[in-house]
């Protein structure tokens, strides 16, 4: 009897647990944000591999992921790593470059008219050259090294993140402006303390976007020119007739776009909590 | 003495701003003089220049006509002594109810110190939101925001506190708790409070003058004392001769409403 009436009690007082349901630590930085995605990658592998069994589809067409499996140890460890570091070494300067220098230009346009009216059309302009058309050029000019695919990862990754942080910086509410204009504080506090801090939300959306076109930038600059890297190697296995292998390129060069992808939304997740929109903090 | 020094004075005072379909008179010919530690509510239309009024003011901007002093001085930047509360309460939201309120000194001067902090605990336990220090605001009530953003206004001390329908954003409840804490406030550290509202009982429990506007041009259509004695409770807001001044300011609001 009493027994009966306290684990109604108990079942009373989980009720608004379940209503309410808050996540554990590890529920939101591993389960959410990497288990999940990675259930779905593999259900949709389950129903590639049953196709290509059905329906015979030969391994130039689409091979099966078994198949990509073998491809992957056509080359060594070692080969692959090599690989993988020079497209993702390219990738990282090329979004850390697009980041330092689309901030000092997005803070110039959102602060000033004048600045804004100078460099947009410029900036669009330079968006709107078609960056898989230059990059022959760009590295004819910079040479073979990792200073021209930089430079194309740049171009590629660069205007979302200007759009994005401008946005951001003009979408602070105008009674913070007016406050810190009565408080008459220094210019740039309203930058740092105010402006900026708003613009968070915004310049991660436009940090995850041009985290993935950096892997694309530096992809596009190996397929011009490169020995090494992902890019390269899918080139070269698919000039070889090596689909599998070529897959196998695909694939690393996917899970590596994800990776970062998370490495971004996560330190969203870590480090700005409040920026993210409540049910998903 | 102390109610013969004018905290706020508007002399012949217009503002036109540019606009895309021409030249728009926000405000035309206004005269006002607010006493020190007067509580005066400004009413009228929407639209009718109640904010330009208090931009004005805080120096926010300078009329394009006329003079605005404080203090016997002309208005010509920002003053110390001139705190603003906002519609919505625009807290940051990365930071907690402490790091608001202290936030003044911050941007101002770059730092927060001990006695800043005192400071802070005094406002925060002064809107009674003492032991929320640590929340963020989107863990408190609209009404524990707007507090929060009355306490930071109140932060520097100022001596005249310029209120852009503050409680606007809140239900009728919260609202009217907030005006009465509002008043309890303004007794205890006494300020020069130009209040904006559109609410016409709001006015009358709080203000000891109510300013009518009237739009396009904005102009002042009326300047009246509230016939009410102090402290003022729900009863004295029954009496009739403060019902009677009600709907006279109802009338003067609907007159001047543009017709629909
Ligand atoms: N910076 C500005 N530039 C151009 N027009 C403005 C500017 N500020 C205000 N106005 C115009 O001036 C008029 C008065 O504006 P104001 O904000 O003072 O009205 P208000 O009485 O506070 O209205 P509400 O009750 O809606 O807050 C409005 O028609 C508004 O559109
Ligand atoms: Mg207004």
């Known amino acids: 009897m009493s027994a009966n009436a306290d684990t109604s009690a108990k079942a009373a007082l989980t009720q608004p647990m379940r209503e309410a349901p808050s996540l554990s630590l590890t529920e939101r930085l591993i389960v959410m944000p990497v288990v999940l995605p990675l259930l779905t990658f593999v259900i949709i592998l389950v129903l590639w591999e049953a196709a290509t069994r059905v329906f015979a589809i030969p391994s130039f067409i689409l091979p099966a992921p078994t198949r990509i499996i073998e491809g992957f140890s056509a080359v060594t460890p070692s080969r692959w790593s090599a690989h993988v570091w020079a497209t993702l070494r390219v990738a990282l300067i090329g979004y850390l470059v697009a980041i330092a220098v689309s901030l000092p230009i997005a803070i110039g346009l959102a602060k000033s008219r004048l600045m804004s009216r100078a460099l947009y059309p410029l900036l669009v302009v330079i968006q709107s050259v078609p960056v898989v058309a230059v990059a022959p050029i760009i590295i004819v000019v910079l040479g073979t090294d990792d200073a021209p695919r930089v430079v194309i990862t740049f171009m590629i990754a660069f205007f979302p993140l200007v759009v994005s942080m401008t946005t951001g910086l003009m979408a602070t509410p105008p009674e913070l402006i007016e406050l810190s204009r009565s408080l008459r504080a220094p210019q740039y506090r309203e930058i740092t303390q105010i402006r900026l801090p708003y613009a968070v939300p915004y310049i991660f959306s436009g940090l995850k976007i041009s985290v993935t076109l950096a892997v694309i930038g530096a992809v596009v600059a190996e397929f011009v020119a490169a020995d090494v890297g992902i890019g390269f190697f899918i080139q070269f296995s698919t000039s070889m007739f090596r689909l599998p292998q070529a897959w196998a390129g695909l694939v690393v060069l996917v899970a590596m776009s994800l990776f970062l992808f998370q490495v971004v939304s996560l330190s969203q997740r870590l480090f700005f909590p409040w920026s993210l929109p409540k049910e998903r903090r | ?260």
């Open chain 2, 1 to 260: 003495m102390g109610l013969a020094t004018n905290a706020i004075d508007f002399r012949a005072v217009g503002q036109v701003f540019a606009t895309e379909s021409g030249p728009l008179t926000a405000l035309d010919d206004v005269n006002l003089t607010i006493a020190q530690h007067e509580f005066v509510a400004v009413l009228g239309p929407s639209g009718c220049g109640k904010s330009t009024l208090l931009r004005l003011t805080a120096g926010l901007m300078l009329p394009t006509e006329g003079k605005v002093s404080v203090y016997r001085q002309p208005v010509t930047r920002p003053r110390d002594d001139v705190g603003i509360v906002f519609q919505q309460a625009t807290l940051l939201p990365w930071a907690n109810v402490l790091d608001n309120v202290t936030f003044p000194a911050r941007h101002k001067r770059g730092r927060v110190g001990a006695p800043d902090r005192e400071r802070a605990a005094e406002v925060i336990a002064a809107v009674g939101l003492k032991g929320f220090e640590a929340r963020l605001p989107a863990e408190l009530s609209g009404g524990m925001q707007q507090r929060v953003g009355i306490a930071r206004a109140l932060f520097l001390n100022p001596d005249i506190l310029l209120m852009d329908e503050p409680f606007s954003a809140l239900d009728a409840l919260t609202r009217d708790a907030m005006g009465y804490e509002l008043l309890k406030l303004w007794q205890a550290s006494p300020k020069t409070v130009m209040f904006i509202t559109h609410s016409i009982p709001e006015a009358v429990l709080l203000a000891d003058r109510v300013i009518v506007m009237s739009a396009r041009p904005g102009r002042i259509v009326a300047d009246m004392p509230v016939p009410l004695g102090r402290p003022r409770d729900e009863s004295a807001l029954r009496a009739p001769e403060v019902q009677d001044f009600a709907a006279h300011l109802r009338e003067l609001l609907i007159a001047k409403e543009p017709s629909l």
